[in-house]
């Protein structure tokens, strides 16, 4: 029996299904578990199936290029939902007009603030120069992040990382820093998150309000289209001079 | 579904044809999300059809984040070495960005918005 099964298992192992089924089994392990604690953000899913994916191909000792050449076909996914993102953002053009000036304000500080002091507290406390240009794309959505990484030269798949994590911090903490500045505005509150925690953030404040979560969608929308304009052009700035 | 998934895939590769043919900086996807959004000003609405394709395929934006977060496991050494700078930078980083942008906006509200309020 033994040696059959490790044929199959070695058989298995080499194929692209194995990699592309594990990870949706257990995304969907892991979103059920969120869904039961009522979307807890402590719960997320990605860091959870992301754990759990990264002990079983430890303990199987799967290397993780075998692994990808399965699950590339979800991370492929990423480019038409990036594209995709344009839907949701087409209702909110005319909300967003009327804002424009605070919205561009906020975007403008949010987006340099998130950069500058991501990469100017890991250089402060001397991380190395591929982890600075890793971390500082980290507050933008991770398709687009992992986009700009390359371009300037970090590790995209370490920027992958940085983005979740940043995600997840952004969700359990904006809530407190809003209450604590005393921002009641849906619209404020929408928008900070998506600006600071990208698509994570705008899953958090649709639970919140419709407002909210629009206004998430289009701070992710736009803080994604800016940085992906601004990092390239301020390194090309920064190595030319 | 599968002809609001192949307009999806044929402005992403109008972004990437866009991207690299220019030399551009910009991702290709994200060349063909602006691409895809002056499509729906000129079209003045978005088909319903594409409408559902893109909400499935947001419903489930996050399980896209999942193979390329297992890619941690290529960089568990750097993780380890470098955990603190990167840690404090993160936490506080996203408290600051929140708090910078919530600032910001409410103030250039209050200062912009009072005239088509009057």
Not at chain 1, 24 to 43: C, D, E, M, S
Not at chain 1, 60 to 86: K, W
Not at chain 1, 143 to 164: N, Y
């Amino acid at each position: 029996m033994t040696p059959r099964l490790s044929d199959i298992w070695v058989y298995l192992s080499t194929t692209p299904l194995l990699g592309l089924t594990v990870t949706l089994l257990v995304y969907q392990g892991a979103f059920w578990i969120y869904k039961r604690a009522n979307f807890n953000p402590l719960l997320n899913p990605v860091p959870i199936s992301v754990a759990v994916l990264v002990l079983i191909l430890t303990v199987t000792s799967t290397p993780y290029q075998t692994y990808f050449d399965g699950a590339q076909f979800v991370h492929f996914l990423l480019g038409p939902a990036t594209v995709a993102l344009a839907v949701p953002l087409y209702p909110q053009l005319g909300k967003l007009r009327r804002a424009v000036i605070p919205v561009i304000g906020a975007l403008l500080v949010g987006g340099v603030v998130a950069a500058g002091s991501a990469v100017g507290i890991a250089w402060l406390l001397g991380a190395s120069n591929t982890t600075l240009l890793s971390i500082a794309p980290k507050s933008v959505t991770a398709p687009i992040a992992m986009g700009i990484s390359e371009k300037i030269g970090g590790l995209p798949s370490l920027t992958a990382v940085l983005v979740m994590v940043t995600g997840v911090i952004g969700v359990i903490s904006a809530k407190y820093v809003l209450n604590f500045l005393k921002i009641g505005d849906h619209a404020v509150r929408g928008f900070s998150i998506g600006v600071a925690a990208h698509g994570m953030g705008i899953a958090r404040a649709f639970q919140v309000s419709e407002e909210a979560g629009a206004f998430a969608g289009v701070a992710m929308a736009l803080t994604a289209l800016a940085s992906s304009i601004l990092f390239p052009l301020l390194l090309w700035l920064f190595t030319r001079y | 579904m599968l002809g609001s998934l192949t307009i999806l895939l044929v402005f992403q590769l109008a972004g990437e044809a866009i991207s690299h043919g220019l030399g551009l900086p910009v991702p290709g996807p994200v060349i063909g999300f602006i691409l895809l959004l002056g499509a729906l000003l000129i079209r003045r609405g978005v088909p319903e059809e594409l409408r559902t394709t893109a909400t499935g395929l947001l419903t489930h934006f996050s399980l896209m984040f999942v193979p390329a977060g297992v890619g941690v496991m290529v960089h568990l050494s750097r993780l380890r070495d470098e955990w603190l700078p990167i840690t404090v930078a993160l936490v506080l980083s996203t408290l600051l960005t929140v708090a910078c942008t919530a600032l910001v906006m409410s103030w250039l509200m209050r200062r912009f918005s009072h005239k088509e309020e009057a």
